[in-house]
């Protein structure tokens, strides 16, 4: 099984969540737990929001470990494909998800 953490599941350990840290414990070893490109970015993104100091520099160290020990996948062609059916279906249906998700959605599901 491979997992793709969203930006709430990479950002949890940097907070130090206790479910997500039980969870991730509990992954099998011949599972992968990974992120993808836009994932990344929005960690990134919201470090580069924080003011310089000793909070930021901490949890830049968190990032850090965190990105050397899940692989950072790239997103699929065939997410491009999936992207637009998600993107038109949860339009039809009046449900919202922010940009970024729905992209993460589709790489999931390619």
Same mark, same amino acid.
């Given at each position: 099984m491979?997992?793709? &953490?969203?930006t709430n599941?990479?950002?949890a350990p940097m907070r130090?969540?206790?479910?997500?840290?039980?969870?991730l414990?509990?992954?099998?070893?011949?599972?992968r737990v990974v992120i993808c490109?836009?994932?990344?970015?929005?960690? &990134?993104f919201g470090l580069e929001r924080l003011a310089?100091?000793?909070?930021?520099?901490? $949890?830049?160290?968190?990032a850090r470990k965190l990105f050397a020990v899940l692989p950072c996948e790239p997103i699929p062609p065939a997410a491009g494909d999936l992207y637009a059916? &998600?993107?038109?279906s949860q339009q039809r249906r009046? &449900?919202? $998800?922010?940009?970024?998700?729905?992209?993460?959605a589709a790489t999931a599901l390619a």
């Open positions: 491979i997992y793709l &953490l969203d599941a990479v950002s130090v969540d206790a479910r997500m840290e039980s969870w414990s509990s992954i099998g070893g011949d599972d490109t836009i994932a990344r970015g929005e960690v &990134l310089q100091g000793r909070c930021r520099t901490k $949890l830049e160290g968190k059916k &998600l993107k038109i009046g &449900l919202p $998800l922010d940009e970024n998700d729905r992209w993460i």
